[in-house]
């Protein structure tokens, strides 16, 4: 477990089940107030601030659409309100359908770009303005971005997009002792990966790193612990690709 000083404030985006949910875990653990970003039901949201507050650690749910701006400066508000100015950015929130380029509507492409690009977008340009300096900022691209397996041509986009946006933000903040990463997972365990796939293909996913299994959301949960806190110090504008080995 990481040292970081009690009191220290984190949002994670998208943290009302899966990946997210395990990383407001660990970072609670950590020592971290929690705030708990969600898109649509508060009712998984509100059941982990409940099992957070349990524990004694200060937890918040906020409603916000990251694709939109003005939510995400209502939800940097509320956090700063009710837990304190942000040190800990963790840009979790993504969407992913597999659908090949030449068969993705306008539609899809406009969720997909709105809520993987402009919503990193939109919460980076808020933590310029309002995170404490020494904050830390992680950033979710993934391992497909590695792979180019077909039907991931959009999604893929998104994640070099945000990659870019890891490297050259890291650099622009020079001088605030804010540093910025990402994680770039591999196939986990959770409902983004698992629904809509046979058990055929899970099976074949899972065998496809050599450590023959799917990730599992405390996984990439560690890795972003570490990237939030003080073991990493001198680790900035990198990916970390936690994908057992997969590429």
């Known amino acids: 477990m990481n040292a970081i000083k009690n009191g220290q404030v984190a949002i994670v985006t998208g943290a009302s089940r899966g990946i997210g949910a395990e990383v407001a875990r660990r970072l609670a653990d950590d020592g971290l107030a929690v705030a708990i970003n ?27 659409d990251v694709s939109k701006a003005d939510d995400v400066h209502a939800m940097f508000d509320a956090t700063e309100q009710q837990l304190g100015k942000v040190d800990v950015l963790v840009n979790n929130a993504g969407v992913l359908k597999t659908v090949p380029l030449a068969e993705t509507s306008d539609a899809l492409y406009d969720q997909t770009f709105g809520i993987n690009v402009r919503g990193t977008f939109n919460t980076l340009r808020e933590a310029a303005a309002r995170m404490n300096d020494g904050g830390r900022i992680v950033n979710f691209s993934s391992t497909t971005l590695a792979l180019n397996m077909p039907g991931y041509a959009i999604y893929n986009a998104t994640k070099a997009a945000v990659e870019a946006f890891t490297h050259v933000f890291a650099k622009e903040l020079r001088g605030r002792d804010i540093r910025v990463n990402a994680v770039a997972p591999g196939p986990i365990a959770t409902s983004l990966f698992l629904d809509g796939k046979t058990e055929e293909q899970i099976e074949t996913f899972a065998k496809m790193p050599p450590l023959q299994r799917l990730g599992q959301p405390e996984d990439i949960a560690s890795i972003v612990s570490f990237l939030a806190g003080t073991d990493s110090g001198w680790v900035n504008g990198q990916v970390l690709r936690g994908n057992g080995g997969i590429a």
């Not at 998984?44 to 507050?53: I, K, R, S, Y």
């Open 38 to 64: 969600y898109a649509s039901s508060s009712s998984e949201a509100d059941a982990l601030v409940a099992e957070l507050t349990a524990k004694g650690t200060k937890a918040i749910a906020i409603k916000a």
